[in-house]
Structures are given as C-alpha cells and as structure tokens.
C-alpha cells in the first residue's frame, strides 16, 4: 500500500489513508464495467453568437445556458445536444479570472461520465498508476491535461472524469 | 543594469532547514546501503522529471504521494527534455563526487549555467536549434497575458549572469538563499533563447548542494514541480515591474519559497525513506526473501514495470544483480512482460520489463 503524505495548517503528518499500487494496474481496482458516455465536449470557439446560431438556430438545438466562462476570462454558452452537451466557450483576450493563453479555436475537452463518485476515483488512481498526469476539479472531477494526453494520441484536448449529473458543464481541461 | 539583489532570510527558515535536512542525511547515512540506493533510484528519477518539468503525475501539494509512478505517454518534446535533465544530474551528480574526494572546492563553477544550458538544449527538445551553450542576443518577451514582464536586452546578459553568479558563489549567506536567489535571477535575466527554466532550477541544485552535508538537495525541485502554482507566484512576486530592472527587484518571496519547499521535501524524503525501508522488511519477511532480493522487489513495485536497466542503480555488481534477478524469477515471484508501449521511452527503451508476482 502506497502512503500518502499530507499537510494541514504546514503541520506534517503522515496520513494513512492509502492508495493502493501494488503493481502497474496490478492493485489497483479494475474500472466499473461499464462507461456511461460522453457527458459533454467543450470547443473553444472564436464567435460566440455565431456558433449559437449555428447549433440552436439552424440545427435546432435548445440553448440551456449561457453566461460568463467561469475558470477563465469569457463567455460561454451550453448547448443540448440530446445525449450529452456541447459546450461553446469564447475565451477573451483580457479580464479575470485568468486569460486562456492560446485562445485557438479547438476541440478543448471530452467530458465522460462516470458511474459514480467512487467509479471515478478509480479511473483516476488507475491514471496516475499509469503515470498520468492527474489533477482534481472544483467539483470533484478528474481532469486529465492536455499535457498529459498529447504523448498518448498526439494532439492537445484535455479529458474530464466526472460523475454523471456531479454538476453543470465548463471544467476545462486546459485548466 | 545590476543583478537582483540578495534578499535576507528569517534566520528561523534557515535552521528549520537545516535541521530538516541534517535529519534526512541522519536517516539516509543509517539506512541500509541497498535501501539508500532504493531511495536515490527513486528521488533521482523524480528529480530529472523536475528539472525537465514533465509535471508530476500528482499536483496536491497536501496529499502527495509517497512512491508515485514514473510519468508515461511523453511526446518527444517531454522525452528529449528528460534526456537533457538527465545529462544535468549525471554532470551534478559527478561535481558532488569531485567534491567529495577534495578534487574541486565547489559544486557550482561560473561555467555551470552554460554547461547546464548546453546539455539541457543539446538534445533540441523543442525541435529548433536554440543555441546550446550560449547566451541569447535577441530580445524575448512573453505574450502580455502570460507575462508582462520584460526581460533585459541580450547585450546586458552577459555582465548580469556574472554578477548574479558572483553573488551566488561568494555572497556570506546560506547556501538555500544563494541557491533560490540564483534561480530567481536567472529566471529574471532570462539570458538564454530557450531553456531557462530547466537551466536555472538545475542551479539551484549546483548551489544548494555546497551548503548540505549529502551534496544533493533531494527534496526542492520535486515540491517546484508539485506546487508549480506556488513557484510561479514566488518568481512574479518579485517581477512587480514593467521591465528588468535589478535595483527595484525583489528576490525574497521566491527564496522564502525555495528554503520552505526544500525545508519540506527534506521532510518528505525522510517519510519516503522510511517507507521504503518498511517495505523492503514486509517482503523480506512475507515472502521469506534476503534485504536485497526484497529491495529488488520493491523496487520492481516502484516501477510497476521495471527494466533491467532501471535496477541497474541498486547493484555496484551487474553479475551479482542479474544472479538475484534469476533467482527471484525462477522462484515466480518477479516475471519478465513486455512493457507497455507509453513506458517505453528515448532514455529506457526496453521492450521487456520485470512485474512483482508476490
């Protein structure tokens, strides 16, 4: 069993809370059988209302939210797309709380959901097994960077581990 | 231009970690030889990943992971940074070594930053030449949302590097702030086309090591690239100007940073060392193995998949490590797999690697 070593308050402690490496995949659990699906893609986009356009006035999607981005400086909008949601987030040069440095339109992030909360820890103790980058998100969601993805298939998009329904759309895998 | 100035450091910081990392050599010097040797095979790859920055596979800086696994699926870039930083600790570790037998007075020597430059771009990670070696005579600045910092024109690096190096080699203070000092200067000076991140946290390093009793700080950079949020908000903390402008610059945050990251990777070390020795004993006893087989064991478990080439560090004989090694395979307790393409790597490129059977 594999320790985890914490801090509180710069107080150090060991925790004994463990994570389990026995071996490469070796100790750690396998994944639920089953993947419930993509929850959600994020593209960054170059025009907002455009894009809007595109998907609800012309393919005919409902718009089910849209507002400021959230993790980064500009707006997004999220779209329905009948089994999971696109979301359209336009990343501004300028403004709080951070500015996106490469603002280049692109697939951004594949969100999949997860059975469950524990489901998803395991997906992410069997990432990190696998020498992964791993990082966590507000809402408790495993975000693999792009960082992280680009050495497996080449090409920068981040993937989100999320269990399903564990909130609304917009975590970014560029953050 | 004038270099950045060299901060003072609460005199509590510096024994904190001094006596942080007197407990880790105390642990490490009474450790059995062939644990300590588990310990450095481990800290040392970390460290290269560091250096390199690949990012560490966990980036919680409250809930760090004792053995984490090494880092896989790396573009090219990642690997021919890797095979540069690797370059730098072999170059470091040899230094240390020299110093030790009394041969050099110094880890650090003022053709460190350019020998650190040139085996760290040598490899061209990021696919263009970028001058290997030599200081840059072009501007650089980064895109205003990145930074707004402006760096010095080329044509002052060169007496920059020298001053901040003269500080850094011959100012009375600890070596800690020395070190961290350096590497926020060089950071701020920017002297290279490319690399100087790499570059300035291997001086750390070069620095650090002449002011600890094992010649190697194991426990910094690890913490840098864990709290890499910490490390960049250190380095702007002192840059709260338009451009360079040494006199109005200030170091203190980064130091202050740089002596309690290692204060605290000293401290991790020492946990990470008693784990590894506790491991070791649980397999020498469970599976009624001797210390080495069992630290081989281990060390396997580390690696999830390990190459021969990867235990090489815990043998000072290869005959005498491949006899432990067939003895532990034809016992079924290690076996040999093909490794998993993403582990396979420009600095390890087995194919075949040994799994822990229990």
């Known amino acids: ?175 | 231009m004038i270099a950045p100035h060299l901060p003072p450091l609460d005199a509590g910081l510096v024994v904190e970690h001094e006596q942080a990392h007197d407990a880790f050599a105390e642990a490490l010097e009474h450790a059995p030889p062939v644990v300590g040797r588990l310990f450095v095979m481990l800290q040392r790859r970390l460290i290269v990943e560091s250096i390199a920055y690949v990012q560490p596979v966990n980036s919680r800086i409250d809930q760090q992971v004792l053995t984490p696994a090494p880092r896989s699926f790396l573009t090219e870039t990642h690997e021919l940074r890797m095979e540069g930083a690797n370059a730098v600790f072999r170059h470091l570790d040899g230094r240390a070594e020299m110093k030790r037998i009394g041969a050099i007075e110094l880890v650090i020597s003022s053709a460190t930053p350019y020998v650190f430059h040139a085996l760290l771009e040598g490899p061209a990670p990021s696919g263009i030449d970028m001058n290997p070696g030599m200081l840059r005579a072009y501007p650089f600045d980064w895109t205003p949302e990145e930074n707004m910092f402006m760096h010095p024109p080329g044509r002052e690096c060169p007496a920059l590097v020298e001053g901040a190096m003269d500080l850094a080699m011959n100012a009375p203070a600890p070596a800690c702030v020395r070190a961290a000092y350096l590497t926020f200067a060089m950071l701020s000076i920017h002297p290279f086309a490319d690399g100087n991140g790499r570059t300035s946290r291997a001086l750390y390093m070069a620095v650090a090591a002449d002011g600890l009793r094992l010649g190697m700080d194991w426990g910094a950079l690890e913490q840098w690239a864990v709290d890499r949020t910490g490390y960049i908000g250190a380095l702007q903390a002192g840059q709260r100007v338009e451009r360079y402008r040494g006199e109005d610059m200030n170091a203190a945050a980064f130091v202050e940073f740089g002596t309690k990251t290692s204060t605290y990777g000293a401290h991790l070390c020492r946990a990470r060392l008693a784990n590894m020795a506790e491991r070791v004993a649980a397999v020498s006893e469970a599976r009624g193995v001797d210390i080495r087989q069992a630290t081989i064991v281990v060390a396997v478990q580390l690696y999830r998949v390990a190459a021969r080439s990867q235990l090489a560090p815990l043998s000072v004989d290869a005959d005498d490590l491949d006899g432990v090694l067939e003895g532990l395979i034809s016992s079924g307790r290690l076996e040999w797999v093909l490794r998993p393409p993403s582990m396979r790597t420009r600095l390890v490129p087995d194919e075949h690697g040994l799994v822990d059977r229990g």
């Open chain 1, 1 to 175: 069993m594999n320790m985890v070593w914490s801090t509180e308050d710069d107080r150090r402690t060991m925790n004994d809370e463990t994570v389990n490496d026995e071996t490469v995949m070796l100790g750690v659990p396998p994944p639920a059988p089953e993947f419930p699906g993509i929850a959600s893609i994020e593209l960054l986009i170059a025009d907002l209302d455009a894009a809007v356009a595109l998907f609800c006035d012309v393919l005919g999607c409902g718009l089910l939210a849209r507002g400021p981005a959230g993790l980064i400086a500009g707006e997004q909008a999220i779209i329905d797309v009948g089994t999971m949601t696109v979301t359209l987030l336009a990343a501004a040069d300028s403004g709080e709380p951070v500015v996106l440095p490469d603002r280049t339109p692109r697939l951004a992030s594949i969100e999949l959901a997860t059975s469950c909360a524990a489901d998803t820890a395991v997906r992410c103790l069997r990432a990190m097994e696998a020498g992964l980058i791993v990082a966590t998100g507000r809402r408790g969601e495993v975000v693999l960077p792009p960082e992280a993805i680009e050495g497996a298939i080449g090409w920068r998009v981040g993937i989100v581990l999320a269990a399903a329904h564990a909130g609304d759309g917009g975590s970014s895998g560029e953050l």
